[in-house]
């Protein structure tokens, strides 16, 4: 591209243009070298402090889509430009912009360092985009991304409350139309039911998890999704033919791949289990 990341742009505008064409192309690590220069010159542009937030947001997914380690201080930097972004911006309507890609940053750091703080400003935003976005779409994204966020809320705190809350919303959220948004539709509810059927031992919910790791696996295989699927039909007291089947299958698969695994390998003494047990009630 020939540009220095000492180089000066005419406008935010400009910067955007070029730093767009590196991320297009794959290159956020290039385009990384030009965030502190980018930032330093216009530090009172929201479009600026958002593409930098941008430009760290994007090198951090493409590092690890790539396999290689990935500092996640380029999330915490992320976090720092959207949320002066949000801070600088006048216009009603980009304020959602900035709010949007905050409440993703903010939700990923509270995920993953389990922070209660982060979490519940992720929850905050998502409701507020709910509340507040022009589109349909955004505000039934948003409400469903309140739902995720409540889960995890849930799995950090373990208070039913907790969990009831994020089965509410989920209850009360429409289903997405795209894959990967539905996969973790899918998956963050089977967590729910799963986590309520087990507390209440409620056979109703633990089949409804099962159902929703089974949609979740429809679109995306994973081990996870296959333990969690396999551990709740365990737990049902009068599966069906399907529901058999799939343990069957679910097990030998897990442990085949797995077989020095103590988490597998009690997963299957429980199945095990559960299957005399079944054919006892059948001779009897």
Known sequence: MGLEPSAEFPSPEAAVDVMGRLLDEGKAQEALAFVDPIAAQFPDSPVAQ????????????????????????????AEHFYRRAAALETDEGAQNVHRERLYAAVFVIGTQQSDPERLREAYDLALELADTSEEVTIREKYGREAAIVATAMARVSRQDADWRR??????????????????FFHYYQGLVARELGQRLEDEARLASAADRFRRASSIQTSRGVDYLLADCLIQLSSPNPEDLSDMDRIVAELMAANPDDPLVASLKKRYELRKRLLEGETDA
Do not use: M
């Not at 958002?50 to 930097?77: M, P, S, W």
């Not at 994020?166 to 289903?175: N, V």
């Open 166 to 183: 994020a089965e509410r919303l989920f209850s009360e959220s429409k289903a997405p139309f795209d894959e990967r948004e539905t996969y």
């Open 50 to 77: 958002h593409l930098c937030g941008l430009v760290c947001e994007r090198t951090y997914i493409e590092l690890t889509a790539l396999g290689k380690a990935a500092d996640f201080n380029l999330y915490r930097q």
